[in-house]
């Protein structure tokens, strides 16, 4: 049986909050979208039809000023092309992954309890099928892997 997520688990956020929130991370996101978004009825965006990706969209285009804001940027983006090391790929195809640095943790939180940013979140959840979230510690970048 394949299992999906979408939202932390209790146990994975609590682990996530007991990290010093003082310094800086990465937060390197895994995105799988749905055939067509999944609106909860009565939502703006509800029978649009749109596709998964188009919801993710609608996602980064409200959610964006307030990532900005709290000192987030996107430090590098890609669109997934075949597992080289893991599953088969029919298991578990990403569409589209990225890191999201923010300059500590706390910037984080403020982010997701803003008021506009649990609104703009709807979009997400509508949109995905499957992801993962994973938070790293900034490294140094250079020519090798040690």
């Known amino acids: 049986m ?23 991370i990465h937060m390197l ?26 919801a993710y969209e609608e996602y980064g285009n409200t959610s964006g ?3 900005r804001r709290v000192g987030g940027q996107i430090v590098w983006r890609g669109a997934f092309q075949t597992m080289v090391t893991g599953p088969e790929p029919d298991d578990k ?15 984080f939180f403020e982010m997701i309890k ?3 940013y649990q609104l703009a979140v709807v ?3 509508a949109a995905l099928v499957d992801s993962r979230l994973m938070r790293f510690a900034p490294g140094e970048v250079g020519s090798g892997f040690g």
């Open 2 to 24: 394949t299992t999906f997520y979408i939202d932390p688990s209790p146990t994975n956020f609590q682990a996530f909050k007991d990290l010093p929130r003082d310094e800086p």
């Open 29 to 54: 996101n895994l995105l799988r979208y749905r055939d067509e978004a999944e609106y909860p009825d009565g939502h703006e965006h509800a029978g649009k039809e749109w596709s998964g990706r188009r």
């Open 114 to 116: 803003d008021a506009d």
């Open 93 to 107: 195809v990403w569409h589209d992954g990225f890191v999201a640095q923010y300059p500590n943790a706390g910037a």
């Open 123 to 125: 979009n997400r959840t």
């Open 65 to 67: 000023p307030i990532f």
